[in-house]
């Protein structure tokens, strides 16, 4: 059941209102949380707030992003309408809107002028895969945006990055969160020790403690010394990538339009 305009602005209001939370590598979390709720207080805020600095262009705060995911939204359609959003000016509530009456990803994109395979390396080739519905298609496309800002943002092309979740087998997300703890250092080896720590089942708050990483907003790692410079795609909003399938960086979209509509995702 989609949940209503009014519901949601109340969502909104009760989120922006309520005490600041702590949405750096170095958020508190709840002593009294499991192994597992511990990992998601991490990993949520980590990843959102790395979606908003992805693409300044559209204002967004963590805790805007947070109330869109709270009303359904998964990690992966957050991003893909970043990215439509940034790269045809339109208000980002607004595509979450089209995309919250039924329009598949890359219809709403296409009727905003904006082809499938610039949508991001990753994120198109999911969007252009019709036989995939459902939960199964919210995990791939979490995946291939997970990627595609790893590309973009964390200077890790899609080849290195396929190397290393061999190597350690771990997730596109995991990847992600863990060259975003250890990003600002720009040392390779600890995004190694991150992964393989990740790999024997540690949790984030650990492996942040055994990097021993400050806490900061992290920033674009050098991998060149095992990696060559990154020249993969990524979500085009954020201006850091470059897809391989044509496009460009995104024309800025306003900033901060469209903030007051926050609507769930169908079915939640």
């Not at 602005?9 to 958020?27: C, E, F, M, S």
Request: charged share 25%; hydrophobic share 40%; glycine share 12%.
């Amino acid at each position: 059941m989609r949940l209503c305009k009014l519901a949601s602005l109340v969502l909104l209001a009760v989120v922006l209102a309520a005490p600041a939370r702590v949405y750096a590598t170095g958020a508190t979390l709840d002593p009294s949380a499991t192994s597992a709720q511990a990992d998601e207080q991490l990993e949520h805020p980590i990843l959102l707030q790395r979606v908003a600095e992805a693409f300044p262009d559209l204002g967004l705060t963590v805790e805007e992003l947070t109330a869109f995911f709270d009303s359904g939204w998964g990690i992966g359609e957050l991003v893909i309408a970043a990215v439509i959003a940034s790269q045809t000016a339109t208000p980002y509530a607004d595509v979450l809107a089209v995309a919250a009456d039924g329009t598949g990803w890359g219809e709403l994109a296409m009727s905003l002028g904006l082809q499938e395979r610039n949508l991001g390396q990753a994120i198109s080739a999911v969007v252009s895969r019709r036989s995939l519905h459902g939960k199964a298609r919210d995990e791939e496309l979490a995946e291939a945006a997970c990627s595609d800002l790893a590309a973009a943002t964390c200077g890790l092309p899609t080849a290195v990055q396929a190397r290393l979740r061999e190597q350690f087998k771990v997730t596109h997300r995991e990847m992600l969160v863990a060259a975003i703890l250890v990003g600002a250092s720009g040392d390779s080896d600890a995004l190694r020790l991150a992964l393989r720590l990740r790999s024997e089942q540690r949790s984030w708050n650990e492996i942040r403690a055994q990097t021993g990483k400050p806490d900061h907003p992290a920033g674009k790692p050098d991998h060149e010394s095992d990696t060559g410079k990154a020249g993969d795609a990524g979500p085009k909003g954020s201006g850091r990538g470059q897809s391989d399938t044509g496009g460009g960086s995104g024309e800025p979209g306003p900033s901060g339009e469209g903030k007051d509509k926050v609507k769930g995702k169908p079915g939640k």
